[in-house]
C-alpha cells in the first residue's frame, strides 16, 4: 500500500499526540503504545522512500568522528602510525585506507567496521 502525503503528515501529527502518553513501562498492549507503533512504522516507511539517507562515506565517518573526539586530524595520524598527510587524503576523499590503516581508525574513533565497510 502507499501512502500518500496527507496519510504522512497525520501520522507525524499523531505521533507528537502520543508520545507524551507512552513510555519505557508502558505495557505493549496499551491503545496508545500500539498506535504509536503503527504510526512509527508509517511515518518509516514514507520517509525512507522519499527521504532516503545515504549511508556516510568514509571521509565523512573519520571527519565526523574527529569532530565528536575534539581529535586533530595529526593526534590520529600518530595514533595510528600514518602521516597527517595521509589522514587529510582520507578526509579529502582522496585516497581510502588499507583494511589495516582502516581497522586502526576504528579502533581508534570507536566506527563500527559496518560503518566503514558501508554495510
Known amino acids: 500500500m502507499e501512502i500518500t502525503r496527507q496519510q504522512y503528515e497525520y501520522a507525524l501529527e499523531r505521533i507528537e499526540e502520543l ?31 522519499h527521504f532516503p539517507v545515504d549511508r556516510p562515506t568514509i571521509a565523512e565517518l573519520i571527519d565526523l568522528a ?6 586533530t586530524q595529526k593526534e590520529l595520524a600518530k595514533e595510528i602510525g ?16 588499507s583494511l589495516k590503516i582502516a581497522k586502526r581508525i576504528c579502533v581508534t574513533l570507536g566506527i563500527t567496521a559496518s560503518a566503514m565497510l558501508g554495510l
Not at 19 to 38: G, I, K, M, S
Open 66 to 71: 574527529l569532530e565528536e573526539r575534539k581529535m
Open 82 to 97: 600514518v602521516s597527517p598527510s595521509r589522514i587529510n587524503d582520507f578526509i579529502t576523499g582522496r585516497a581510502e585506507p
Open 19 to 49: 508520545l507524551p502518553t507512552v513510555d519505557d513501562h508502558t505495557p505493549v498492549n496499551d491503545r496508545n503504545a500500539v498506535e504509536l507503533a503503527l504510526l512509527s512504522e508509517v511515518v518509516i516507511e514514507y520517509e525512507s522512500l
